[in-house]
């Protein structure tokens, strides 16, 4: 679900709310790699007075995957000499997380016949460690950190 909202002039507010449900009947237990609620909101300030200037802060929330079928077993492994059964969860989603994001666009009138517009952003602006839900290599490493992308596109 998606909703846009006009607030005042030169001011937008988007929300998006995703959510899939879903089991295997035959089993009867839940599906892997389902993806857990998201939350997604963007306060956009944009005037077409200041170069066509855009300003975006998104707020992306995800909340932890609690329909999961439980896949982990036991092993045997040789701790000290013998052997010991230990438990490898393969299944347990990892726990939810917030992230803030920011994005800063302009045009330029560089070129005549070339539209030039130079963005900034920042993702995850708050150096969240974190780990997605549908992300195999989750188990491995946690996702990236604050990242800071400077753009100048041309297109002719």
Excluded: C
């Excluded at 009947?25 to 892997?32: D, V």
């Excluded at 150096?127 to 604050?146: C, I, K, V, W």
């Amino acid at each position: 679900m998606q909703i846009h909202w006009d607030v005042v002039k030169y001011w937008q507010l988007q929300s998006t709310v995703s959510y899939v449900n879903g089991r295997d009947l035959s089993n009867h237990q839940a599906l892997i790699d389902l993806p857990p609620l998201n939350l997604n909101h963007k306060l956009q300030f944009s005037k077409k007075e200041w170069y066509d200037l855009l300003l975006e802060l998104q707020s992306e929330v995800v909340l932890r995957q609690h329909q999961f079928p439980n896949n982990n077993f036991n092993t045997n492994i040789v701790v000290n000499g013998a052997l010991t059964s230990v438990l490898v969860d393969i299944s347990t989603p990892p726990t939810g997380y917030h992230l803030l994001h920011f994005y800063a666009e302009v045009k330029l009138h560089a070129f005549q016949k070339a539209q030039t517009k130079l963005a900034f952003s920042v993702q995850n602006i708050g150096n969240t460690s974190y780990r997605d839900y549908l992300n195999r290599q989750r188990f491995f490493a946690e996702e990236t950190g604050r990242n800071f992308q400077l753009q100048l596109k041309i297109n002719y």
